[in-house]
């Protein structure tokens, strides 16, 4: 079994999850999953929870450090990494902060489990002296866009900010309704004068 195990786990290994050029906002990529298959991995329908500016921020940093462009973040890359972003990590701390997120078991990052990481760490779901903390808090990506401080009101701040942008529109509606109004009433009475302008010329 182990030996099948193994095998598994080379077979996914040797085929790239993502591939160069497919993590990305609106963008689909193939990520592997545990049972050696493929499927299609769209980060805006399943990361919905952040913006697509957060979800390009996001992928800019993974292909930043995925120095063998081959659609992971292995061991030594994610060492860089930490190194890069101040908070060095010791080669078991970064074993650990894989395997927190390593859903498909290649001891490597791909762009889907990269994700994983911000969405914990909105959620409040990591130990604040973890390393996927310290990624997370210092790329700065998570929070910075929506201009709050502090992992655990991310989501508050989500929902304000959808709030914020439904109002928005519905203002804009109200706006093109009203101007539609007013253009609709010039019209009545431009029409309405040159009745009485014909009225008058007879």
Known sequence: AAAEELAGRRGRAAEPGAGPGSPGGGRVGFEGSPGGSRRV????AEFREFSRR???DMERLFRQ???G???F????????????????????????MIKEVDEDLDSKLSFREFLLIFRKAAAGELQEDSGLHALARLSEI????EGVKGAKNFFEAKVQAIHDASRFE????????????QAEELKQRKAAFKELQSTFRQ
């Open 73 to 96: 973040i292995d061991l030594m890359e994610l060492k860089l990494m930490m190194e890069k972003l101040g908070a060095p990590q010791t080669h078991l701390g970064l074993k650990n």
């Open 142 to 145: 998570d929070v910075s866009t």
């Open 65 to 67: 450090y995925d120095a």
């Open 170 to 181: 519905e203002e804009i509606k109200a706006e093109q309704e009203e101007k539609k109004k």
């Open 54 to 56: 957060q979800l390009r």
């Open 41 to 44: 991995f769209s980060p805006a």
């Open 69 to 71: 462009k081959d659609g």
